[in-house]
């Protein structure tokens, strides 16, 4: 029931904080990527926690979307670690939403973005990366591998200079 109340929460926050940016000035938004870069940095950052879930009639599964997720880190040299993502300060959170769709591939939504459960609610610290679109359980599998990529991509940005 917690993990429900806080999925529900972060999702609201989610939305006030994308209506944010869009409606903020370019110059506004880069000080927010600066914020938030800064906001993921971590003492440990060769170890990462993450949560993922997917949500409606996907025919991707959580498993399949963990292993994504674990290869992504690997390749990175990151090592990953589902289980402490309640506590740690930083966690990559991977939302996968589908739904069928007559006759034609499922419609999705991905979002991945950099959270931390402070308190009892989560906390946001970037703007996610993800898409939507429709198509195959392969292309929705690329689409998640692309944002997972370029989060981590941020995140080692954040985190080593490079």
Request: glycine share 4%; net charge neutral.
């Amino acid at each position: 029931m917690r993990r429900l109340a806080i999925v529900l929460a972060a999702r609201r926050l989610f939305v006030l904080m994308a209506a944010a940016l869009v409606l903020a000035s370019p110059s506004a938004a880069e000080e927010f990527h600066d914020f938030f870069a800064d906001a993921f940095k971590k003492r440990n950052p060769n170890q990462l926690a993450y949560f993922v879930e997917a949500a409606g009639d996907c025919s991707i599964t959580e498993g399949k979307i963990v292993s994504i997720v674990e290869g992504v880190f690997v390749r990175s040299r990151i090592k990953p670690d589902p289980e402490s993502w309640l506590k740690d300060s930083v966690y990559l959170h991977v939302y996968v939403a589908c739904m069928k769709t007559e006759g034609s591939d499922p419609v999705y939504k991905i979002d991945v973005f950099f959270a931390s459960v402070a308190g009892k609610s989560p906390v946001f610290y970037s703007w996610p990366f993800g898409t939507f679109g429709s198509g195959s359980v392969d292309r929705i599998q690329a689409a998640v591998k692309n944002a997972v990529e370029e989060a981590v991509t941020a995140y080692l940005r954040a985190n080593f200079d490079l």
